[in-house]
């Protein structure tokens, strides 16, 4: 199968996925704030890795949690899935959870601690 078309096929599954997600009733998915970040279909259409973000009410990590809730109604997920898109196959979902956004915070506030003393420049004559 051509790139262009299993990219196409990610971008389609992340955005049906991402709408989906917000119809699930279980509570330890509805109560979150949950994020597709990324999808990788395999070529031939059977599997899926679905990454996503999850934070708490009050910004707490809930990633355990929240993948349990996942993996539970991934027979209503797939169903609905197969339901909006129109492939032949509807893949077999495998959800991981993505923590390069809380990463990319710790990172954030790493920097914000670094303090840049500016060095006085001097010329190469010593003046």
């Known amino acids: 199968m051509p790139n262009y078309r299993r990219s196409r096929i990610n971008d389609e ?3 049906e996925l991402g709408s989906i997600l917000l119809t699930i ?3 330890r998915i509805a109560k979150r704030l ?3 970040t990324g999808v990788d279909v395999t070529p031939d259409l059977k599997f899926c890795k679905v990454y996503f973000s999850a934070v708490g009410p009050k910004g707490e990590d809930v990633s355990k949690d929240t993948t349990a809730g996942l993996v539970s109604a991934t027979g209503y997920i797939r169903r609905e899935l197969a339901s909006r898109l129109n ?3 509807t893949p077999e979902l ?3 959870p ?3 956004i809380k990463y990319g915070a710790h990172i954030n506030d ?3 601690t670094i303090d840049l003393g500016e060095e006085e420049e001097t010329d190469e004559d010593g003046e």
């Open 87 to 89: 492939l032949r196959i």
């Open 94 to 96: 495998r959800f991981i």
């Open 34 to 36: 949950v994020s597709v």
């Open 98 to 100: 993505d923590d390069s």
């Open 13 to 15: 599954v992340a955005r």
């Open 110 to 112: 790493i920097l914000k």
């Open 25 to 27: 009733k279980d509570p």
